[in-house]
């Protein structure tokens, strides 16, 4: 059996993934109960709070974040355990959410999958707080979208890469810190030079904002997956416009 923890834009892809190959599979949301785990078992913990929420709830942040972990690895009963951290953590540690991120990688360390995403994006479920998304589809429709932050870059990775490496990392025990990641930084502002050179377009409804605040960079030695940006970019548009 897996269980997925949370019913976000990660633990809603993932429970389709997984449903649509035929395992057996059941989504748990945050702190419902659960029949007892066996250690045939894996248990992948999508859940999160504190990023980007209109309302900032701190307690929440906290509990989520760190406490639910440490439940769910006390309740695991020697099941395989996949969780995710985030790039905040070492990047931009500042605030509670990238502190109770880390707290629950420094507990988890050696006891489960570990995995420190990136910038995930594509499928039906990408949270519209996401760039990648909302980006596209204002592009497609040609609604009003403005970029605040241009010259800031992330590594991204798409879901359908994302969503195999998760379901390899259920057959074994062998727990790592995991650094997902393409090894391969892009701007906002590359993303929509990218998108005008693929479709030889130019899109007056996206306007830019030149911020210049703080941008953490983020990068890692060893990349997860091979950089395909560009046919992920290619297909998701093709999927919008037909």
Avoid at 111 to 119: D, E, G, I, L, Y
Avoid at 120 to 131: A, C, R
Wanted: charged fraction near 25%.
């Amino acid at each position: 059996m897996i269980y997925i923890v949370g019913s976000g834009f990660l633990g809603s892809t993932l429970a389709d993934y997984f449903s649509d190959r035929g395992y057996d599979m059941h989504v748990i949301n945050r702190y419902d109960p659960y029949h007892k785990l066996n250690e045939s078992d894996s248990i992948i913990n999508c859940a999160a709070s504190g990023y980007r929420r209109k309302v900032y709830d701190p307690k929440q942040t906290i509990t989520d974040n760190l406490l639910l972990p440490i439940l769910l690895r006390e309740r695991s009963n020697g099941a395989n355990m996949i969780h995710f951290g985030s790039w905040t953590e070492e990047c931009a540690p500042k605030s509670d959410y990238s502190h109770s991120k880390a707290l629950a990688t420094s507990f988890l360390e050696g006891k489960a999958h570990v995995c420190m995403t990136c910038s995930v994006w594509g499928g039906p479920y990408e949270s519209p707080e996401k760039f990648m998304g909302t980006f596209l589809k204002a592009c497609a429709t040609g609604a009003p979208y403005t970029i605040t932050h241009p010259f800031r870059r992330r590594d991204f990775v798409h879901i359908d890469t994302f969503c195999p490496a998760i379901e390899a990392l259920t057959k074994h025990k062998d727990y790592a810190k995991r650094y997902f990641a393409t090894g391969r930084l892009r701007s906002f502002w590359s993303v929509y030079v990218e998108l005008c050179n693929m479709t030889g377009k130019q899109f007056p409804n996206v306007q830019f904002v030149d911020d210049m605040s703080a941008n953490y960079d983020w990068w890692v030695e060893k990349p997860e997956f091979e950089d395909t940006f560009r046919d992920d970019l290619a297909r998701e548009w093709r999927k919008l416009c037909g």
